[in-house]
């Protein structure tokens, strides 16, 4: 089974999105914060990260960047999903290794065409 | 629920107006299109409305024959036809079309984004110049295609980040096609009912998701109008749930290839044109 790890400060996110990817035929892992979702990666790297960007002790942004650098780092499919919705937000993004890009508010078919755009299902 | 007398009434006038079958099974239709324009019509129900229509408003009833049609679609609906429309097509047609624009036609255009989707990938892939005509039987929808502007619900159904960005501009909170995607397109109020012919030949017929809410008679009669304006080397795009099997004599299924249809005296063509060219 493909794993999914939902990196959201948000309890109340994290359990819409965990019930989405679930549903898409994913295990799904969660981590309140960019540090706890890199040490959880570096114990057991999962096939898709979805990326919250504002969040306490490391943002999504620079946890990607952090993630990218890794050994295994680029090969998690990682999707953003954040209430940055600006072109400037998601180039950035985009140029530090996001693979997809979910401007929040979301629902299970937003993240069911991005998964797919991404490859994930 | 309408009293039957109302229904057949309603039935009648959308077939008439815009070819389209109420099904009786598809009733909760009615109150859910129905009500909300009898909301902005100020009036108090469905019923409402069918008793305007009968009185021979008709306004309200071009009004709602519009209603009840379907117009949900999203960017790169159902993706198969796009990726016959960038492998198959556009290669078979690249040489032959070398001295003139490809035309193609995309007949139930409805909110613009199957034109779109199909001026990204004409860009995206280069070298080709295309003029595409978008109708639909529905004034209010193509006013909104023409626009390009889209909600941030409905650029994330269908459409990868990448092309959001390479094709698109923020405008507030929305999303603007670019000028040079909405330069390829002419939308253009259109119903398959009447005659198209004015159109004049088509190298490409997107036609997809619509005949399936005609009877049989209309399906047939649109499908040999549709062969007529295609170029014998055309090709015609069809929705999954449809076909021209048992319908027509004038078009034929390409092998292997899903809802897509050539003129049936169209040559043979391979199934894949060849990729590799010696050199």
Redesign the interface.
Known sequence: MKTCLVVDDSRVIRKVARKIVEDLGFACEEAPDGKAALDQCRKSMPDAILLDWNMPMMNGLDFLVTLRAEQQGKRPVVVFCTTENDMAHITQALRAGADEYVMKPFDGDIIGSKFAEAGLV | MLPENKYKFLAAEVKKRSGLVLRPEKGYLIESRLAPLARTEGLAGPEAVVDAMMRGDQRLCAAASEALATHET?FFRDKTPFDLFTEIMMPALRTARSTRPLKIWCAAASTGQEPYSLAMLIRETGGLSASILATDMCAHVLEKAKTGLYS??EV???????R??KHF??SGDSWRVKPELREMIRFEPGNLLDDFSRYGQQDIIFCRNVLIYFDVDAKAKILDRLAALLAPDGYLVLGAAETVVGLTDTLKPVAGQRGLYVRADAAQKPARPASVVAA
């Open positions: 999203f941030q619900f994330q159904r269908g459409l990868a980040i990448q959001l960005v501009e923020q």
